[in-house]
């Protein structure tokens, strides 16, 4: 059996991992090994944070709505669980972006559900 010499595709993964390592500072761009390092832990980070993304944002609407629920005397559960008796689906996205840009239709969110608790 002939023996093969695999140069061609050792350089172009070699090549894609450099590639991917502009930006970085000093070593970590230049040298195979710390580039290569950063990289595989920058696509760890990246495969990890798009879940945290998700996560981090649910957080971030359901603080903004408390603090807009508490304005009209309501807590969260107080509000969420009013809404759901009242069959109003409206998702925390949603309820948000009422809370931050406008506060009269979030009121009247909060209104319906006072009357329902």
Not at 29 to 47: C, D, I, N, Q
């Amino acid at each position: 059996m002939p023996r093969v010499k695999s140069n061609v595709q050792r350089l172009a993964r070699k090549n894609k991992i450099m590639k991917e390592a502009r930006g970085n500072r000093g070593g970590r761009s230049k040298l195979w090994k710390a580039a290569k390092e950063t990289v595989e832990r920058g696509w760890a980070y990246a495969y990890r944070d798009r879940r945290q993304k998700k996560r981090q944002f649910r957080r971030l609407w359901i603080t903004r709505i408390n603090a807009a629920a508490r304005l009209n005397d309501l807590s969260y559960s107080q509000l969420v669980s009013g809404l759901k008796r009242a069959g109003v689906e409206i998702n925390r996205k949603v309820m948000a972006d009422l809370a931050v840009r406008d506060p009269g239709a979030f009121s009247k969110l909060a209104e319906l559900a006072k009357s329902q608790n």
